[in-house]
Nanobody, 119 residues
Framework: QVQLVESGGGLVQPGGSLRLSCVAS????????MGWYRQAPGKQRELVAD???????NYADSVKGRFTISRDDAKNTVYLQMNSLRPEDTAVYYC?????????????WGQGTQVTVSS
């Protein structure tokens, strides 16, 4: 099992920025597909962005041009830089690790970090 610890959430005004971090342990990091998901009250959890080791990032349409996902394999860490934040970005953000184990895909989750965009 991959252990994930997130940090960096908080309260920010519309138009502001935040950076989320997620440190992974328990697996060879470069083999992990790392992602950020979010879940707003009353809504389903949705993919925000993901990135594989050495691969291109993938973004939800709603965050393209505003959010940037990156990874530092030397630090076992994935980041989500969030700029031009909007009230509709308010949600609990979850770090996700996807990997192959015994021929199947496994998914592990962090505990979540709250992001609130409000004036």
């Amino acid at each position: 099992q991959v252990q994930l610890v997130e940090s960096g959430g908080g309260l920010v005004q519309p138009g502001g920025s935040l950076r989320l971090s997620c440190v992974a342990s328990g697996y060879i990091f470069r083999f992990l597909v790392m992602g950020w998901y979010r879940q707003a009250p009353g809504k389903q959890r949705e993919l925000v962005a993901d990135i594989s080791g050495g691969g291109s990032p993938n973004y939800a349409d709603s965050v393209k041009g505003r959010f940037t996902i990156s990874r530092d394999d030397a630090k076992n860490t994935v980041y989500l830089q969030m700029n031009s934040l909007r009230p509709e970005d308010t949600a609990v953000y979850y770090c996700n690790a996807k990997y192959r184990q015994y021929g199947t895909w496994k998914y592990d989750w962090g505990q979540g970090t709250q992001v609130t965009v409000s004036s």
